[in-house]
């Protein structure tokens, strides 16, 4: 992979992938919401939060991916990426099969890639105000670009808090949570992510799409 930075370009084969789920901060919350998908069939986490290992060689920079079926959906997240004893902050979708999530979460979150944006910034210059960084998305229905997530990473437990628990080590990415889908969970074939800094003015932006391959049974 290779990543724009201020000081050129980062190339680096990661070798370990991890997707950090049930990260929201309000912890009260994060129990509502893994009540509610049990309702719906979805097992509740071992532990929270809970540290999904995944395969490396699902993160994608292609601008297109293909999914099986209909019931996937992209969701915004904080990219963490170790590389030479430094940690780098970017930008990544958890695209998710649903369909799947019912049986296993950890088998929805290997059975689809996961695209990331082409630009990082060093953790260490964003550590200090990282809860006022805007994670937004859209997603395109209709014809037109609906807003489907919107929030600061406030809502995410501590970006230190997560490193720590996952161990991240040299080679090792990690996605490290979303916020709530405005209007729920739904999905579509068009996926526009953006994280901005507002003390700094600069931005990471990326768009991707998904082709729906059928599902032969």
Known sequence: MQFKTATGVLSCTPDRLIVAGWTGRDRSAVNHHIEELAAIGV??????????????????QDAS???????????????????????????????????????????????????????????????????????QSWIREGGDWVAYQDGTLASILPLQELIAGADLRDGTAML?????????VRPSTDFRMKLEDPKSGQSIEWTYSSTVLEIVS
């Open 65 to 135: 991916i293909q999914v099986l079926g209909d019931q996937s959906s992209g969701e915004a997240e904080p990219f963490l990426l170790k590389q030479d004893g430094r940690i780098w902050l970017g930008l990544a979708s958890d695209h998710t099969d649903r369909a799947l999530e019912t049986y296993s979460v950890a088998c929805s979150k290997q059975a689809c890639a996961k695209p990331v944006a082409d630009t990082l910034w060093p953790f260490e210059e964003v550590a200090d105000h990282l809860d006022s960084l805007k994670l």
């Open 176 to 184: 490290c949570g979303t916020l709530p889908a405005i209007g729920g």
């Open 43 to 60: 097992p509740a986490p071992s532990s929270v939060p809970l540290y999904y290992q995944c395969a490396p060689a699902l993160l994608t």
